[in-house]
Structure formats: structure tokens, C-alpha cells
Nanobody
Framework: EVQLVESGGGLVQAGGSLRLSCAASGFTFDDYAIGWVRQAPGKEHEGVSCISSIDVSTDYADSVKGRFTISRDNAKNTVYLQMNSLKPEDTAVYYC????????????????????WGQGTQVNVSS
């Protein structure tokens, strides 16, 4: 059974930090790009960041560049999203997703291309 399980969300004050984790199982993790997508209340899904498998390239939305860092540990089948200098506008449900084609793009990327999705973890940033 394919599973992507996010954890690490919570409530934090503006300026604070959180580290999200995405633990994968049931597929060959090393072959997949992993992305983070968020959805704020009443808004569309927004690609946040991604990391490829083969060359470990990364991409970030402009809104999080310089604040968020994505990384992966293939030995643990886990991807991390370190989020620093959090802002109230970062409040959203954060999902991780896996792409078998190992594509890693955030801008103008059709998120329906992701093959697998997690259930999401809530991040709330208070002002």
C-alpha cells in the first residue's frame, strides 16, 4: 500500500520555525520527485517546493524562497521541509506528493501530475 504521511505541523508565532516531514512507503522512493503543496482556507492549491531524485535539484515558490529549505533522506524514505521566518500567510494545510517522472517544478506546474498524495498536516502561524 502506497503511503505518504506528513507530520510536524502545528501552531507557531510569526517569525518562528517548523520542520515538516513526509514519510513514504509502498513505492520505490528513490525514483520519485517529492513536492510540497499547500492549500490555505478558501484558496487554490499552491506549489511550495519540490526535490528531484536523480540530481536532487530543488525548486521553490517565490513566496518561500530564502525561508524554506527542502531536503530528502533516501535511507529513511523521508523528505523534510524546514520552514523559517514563518508568516501568517503561510497558514495552510501542507501536503506532500510524489511524482514518478521525477519532475521538480513549482512555477506553472500542474499538480495533478503528482501520482501519490499524503493526507496533509495543518500549519497555523499567528501574528
Amino acid at each position: 500500500e502506497v503511503q505518504l504521511v506528513e507530520s510536524g505541523g502545528g501552531l507557531v508565532q510569526a517569525g518562528g520555525s517548523l520542520r515538516l516531514s513526509c514519510a513514504a512507503s509502498g513505492f520505490t522512493f528513490d525514483d520519485y520527485a517529492i513536492g510540497w503543496v499547500r492549500q490555505a482556507p478558501g484558496k487554490e492549491h499552491e506549489g511550495v517546493s519540490c526535490i528531484s531524485s536523480i540530481d536532487v535539484s530543488t525548486d521553490y515558490a517565490d513566496s518561500v524562497k530564502g525561508r524554506f529549505t527542502i531536503s530528502r533522506d533516501n535511507a529513511k524514505n523521508t523528505v523534510y521541509l524546514q520552514m523559517n521566518s514563518l508568516k501568517p500567510e503561510d497558514t495552510a494545510v501542507y501536503y506532500c506528493a510524489a511524482d514518478r517522472a521525477d519532475n521538480c517544478f513549482v512555477v506553472n506546474w500542474d499538480i495533478s501530475a503528482y501520482d501519490y498524495w499524503g493526507q496533509g498536516t495543518q500549519v497555523n502561524v499567528s501574528s
